[in-house]
């Protein structure tokens, strides 16, 4: 359940670390797994001049606003055959306009909810689905 | 239907009963109820909480029932000379093949015929030679019976 001031992992090579959550873009108060949130940088990887040139991903400092997609949360989801699974943080992926994720790597698990959701990409980008 | 087992206190999980909690190293913990979910955040161990199966089993508690049962003495079959035949006479005879034994049946039995023969032989010519022999009766073959004389008192 992630809403307005919630703050979250990010978890792609983006290059953010902590985005928080302004906007949630669903008519409800909050956010879950699968959902997609504008965030607020609020802690980003210092990038250098080196580094800047060979970087595939986009460069993201501190205070960009971009949207994300909630990956995993703290509060419990319910799955299907009744099972509870909650997880021990709250992360999300950076995406861009067109809903592609931003990084080219996913570091850490993410929800399987992200399958039903349609997030293709970030599933099979991920090393592991729970 | 796979039946889960409480990563806490040992217990099975059976399906939408309690939680699954994934940690920040990607291992999952799946948990029978808030009890033993509190418990393991708590750090408890369970080898500590008397009232776990992991606990029962290290302490040995409820096992005495299932290992008296399983002593039961069983009787072993123990072969013993006997006089008359000792061990290996016993071993031999009980070992031979039916063959043998037959035969060996059949060789007694030859055996014997002939010495009844020759016995039933024997008579025979003795028979002749005391012709005298014959002419006893039967009773006095037998014998008469003796009196039964005064003895003492």
């Known amino acids: 359940m992630i809403q307005l ?37 609020k802690k980003a990887r210092p990038i250098s001049e080196k580094t800047s040139s060979s970087l595939s991903a986009a460069k993201i400092r501190k205070g960009d606003v971009r949207r994300a997609v909630i990956v995993r949360t703290r509060k419990e989801i319910r799955r299907p055959d009744g099972r509870y ?30 399958r039903f959701k349609n997030w293709v990409k970030i599933v099979s980008l991920a090393p592991r689905v729970v | ?17 309690g939680r699954t ?12 109820s808030s009890k033993t979910e509190s418990l393991f955040h708590q750090n ?23 290992v008296a049962k399983k002593r039961t003495r069983r009787n072993v079959k123990f072969n013993r000379a006997v ?14 093949k039916s063959d043998i034994r037959s035969a060996a049946r059949a060789e007694a039995v030859a055996k014997a015929k002939e010495q009844r023969k020759g016995e ?6 003795a028979r002749a030679n005391a012709p005298d022999a014959g002419k006893f009766s039967k009773q006095q073959a037998r014998g008469s019976a003796s009196k039964v004389s005064r003895s003492g008192r």
């Not at chain 2, 080898?47 to 005495?64: D, H, M, N």
């Not at chain 2, 039933?120 to 010519?125: G, I, M, P, S, V």
Request: glycine share 6%; net charge positive; hydrophobic share 40%.
């Open chain 2, 21 to 32: 909690f994934v940690s920040a190293d990607s291992k999952t913990y799946r948990f029978l």
């Open chain 2, 83 to 96: 006089v008359g035949a000792s061990l290996e006479q016993i071993n031999a005879r009980r070992n031979e």
């Open chain 1, 85 to 114: 699974v909650r997880f021990d943080d709250n992360a999300c992926v950076l995406l861009n306009n067109q809903q592609q994720p931003l990084g080219s790597r996913i570091l850490g698990l993410v929800a399987a909810e992200l």
């Open chain 1, 5 to 41: 001031k919630s703050r979250l992992n990010v978890i792609d090579n983006s290059g953010a670390l902590v985005a928080e959550c302004i906007k949630v873009l669903r008519n409800a108060r909050a956010a879950n797994i699968g959902d997609e949130i504008v965030v607020a940088v």
């Open chain 2, 120 to 125: 039933a032989a024997k008579r025979k010519a």
């Open chain 2, 44 to 66: 408890k161990k369970a080898r500590l909480l008397a009232w776990t199966p992991i606990y029962r089993r290290l302490q040995r508690k409820g096992v005495s029932e299932e």
């Open chain 2, 1 to 17: 239907m796979k039946l889960e087992i409480c990563n806490l206190s040992g217990y099975k999980i059976y399906p939408s009963r």
